[in-house]
């Protein structure tokens, strides 16, 4: 199983970034996928999470109204559409996948940075 995720980089605060997280060796419709992300010396924070038909999305509250997560099963990926990035944004954002009646993610990927500053 692979979870790969890309898009991370540098961008300005006020600015956007895409993140994508393609995932292989796993029936990948079947699995609900996730954000998170890791500031240094900080917990694991959930991001996004989004079902597996992507009828339901749920979103942390310091991302709310500026973050999307979404998904495409026919390609395997999972996206996070982030707008009005701010400083605080900056982590290590990772994707992750579980089984639906799993409590805990089952899969992981290897993260991208996401740097926001001036």
């Known amino acids: 199983v692979q979870l790969q995720a890309s898009g991370g980089g540098l961008v300005q605060p006020g600015g956007s970034l895409r993140l994508s997280c393609v995932v292989s060796?796993?029936?990948?419709?079947?699995?609900?996928m996730a954000w998170l992300r890791q500031d240094s010396g900080e917990e694991r924070e959930p991001v996004a999470s989004?079902?597996?038909?992507?009828?339901?999305?749920t979103y942390g509250d310091s991302v709310k109204g500026r973050f999307t997560i979404s998904r495409d099963n026919a390609r395997n990926t999972v996206y996070l559409q982030m707008n009005s990035l701010k400083s605080e944004d900056t982590a290590v954002y990772y994707c992750?996948?579980?089984?639906?009646?799993?409590?805990?993610?089952?899969?992981w990927g290897k993260g991208t940075l996401v740097t926001v500053s001036s």
């Open positions: 989004i079902t597996t038909t992507g009828g339901h999305t």
């Open positions: 992750a996948a579980k089984e639906r009646m799993h409590l805990k993610y089952d899969y």
């Open positions: 060796g796993l029936p990948f419709s079947e699995y609900v």
